[in-house]
Antibody
Framework: EVQLVESGGGLVQPGGSLRLSCAAS????????MNWVRQAPGRGLEWISY????????YYADSVKGRFTISRDNAKNSLYLQMNSLRAEDTALYYC??????????????WGQGTLVTVSS | EIVLTQSPATLSLSPGERATLSCRAS??????LAWYQQKPGQAPRLLIY???NRATGIPARFSGSGSGTDFTLTISSLEPEDFAIYYC??????????FGGGTRVEIK
């Protein structure tokens, strides 16, 4: 069974930093690209970052570019999101996700349960 | 950036009725469009990818159609568990990957 389990969320002050993790199991992690998608409370979905299976290709949404860094450790089956210079508008539930079976890269067939990040003083 | 506009914002229907949800793209996305269902407190679930392909385990009452800029998700006969929020998403021209604002399907 595929599992994606996020952790590392919490309450942080504006300007602070946080590192999210996503532990993957049930599939060959090193063969799949991964993404972070977030959802502000009561709002819609926003894709924020992508990393290829090898880590050699990385993309960011403009809203987080220069502040967030995505990375992965294929030996540990883990995905990370380093978030710096956090703002109130970064408050959201953060999901890790990948395409799942059968779908193309850029779709999200598997999702974790999310980890909540709250940026507030 | 491709903007996806979903309509209506809210659809009020009764179980057993047919639901028709729309998603319009600001420029052509070919057939590279997906639909997701999200229930309160849950992660989104992929329903349809490449405009018309049902994801694994998705019931046949869900169908997708369209290409270019206009897409439709149809639920042929609403079951009680289908009342949720639905999002469209494109992967045609990325980054960024973008989502529509969502359509809430509520019980009338």
């Amino acid at each position: 069974e595929v599992q994606l389990v996020e952790s590392g969320g919490g309450l942080v002050q504006p300007g602070g930093s946080l590192r999210l993790s996503c532990a993957a199991s049930g599939f060959t992690f090193s063969s799949y690209e991964m993404n972070w998608v977030r959802q502000a409370p009561g709002r819609g979905l926003e894709w924020i970052s992508y990393i290829s299976d090898s880590g050699g290709t990385i993309y960011y949404a403009d809203s987080v570019k220069g502040r967030f860094t995505i990375s992965r450790d294929n030996a540990k089956n883990s995905l990370y999101l380093q978030m710096n210079s956090l703002r109130a508008e970064d408050t959201a539930l953060y999901y890790c996700a990948n395409r799942g079976l059968g779908a193309r890269p850029g779709y999200f067939g598997y999702w974790g349960q999310g980890t909540l990040v709250t940026v507030s003083s | 950036e491709i903007v996806l506009t979903q309509s209506p914002a809210t659809l009020s229907l009764s179980p057993g009725e047919r639901a028709t949800l729309s998603c319009r793209a600001s420029q052509s996305v070919s057939s590279y469009l997906a639909w997701y269902q999200q229930k309160p407190g849950q992660a989104p679930r992929l329903l349809i990818y490449d405009a018309s392909n049902r994801a694994t385990g998705i019931p046949a009452r869900f169908s997708g159609s369209g290409s270019g800029t206009d897409f439709t998700l149809t639920i042929s006969s609403l079951e009680p568990e289908d009342f949720a929020i639905y999002y469209c998403q494109q992967r045609s021209n990325w980054p960024p990957l973008t989502f529509g604002g969502g359509t809430r399907v509520e019980i009338k």
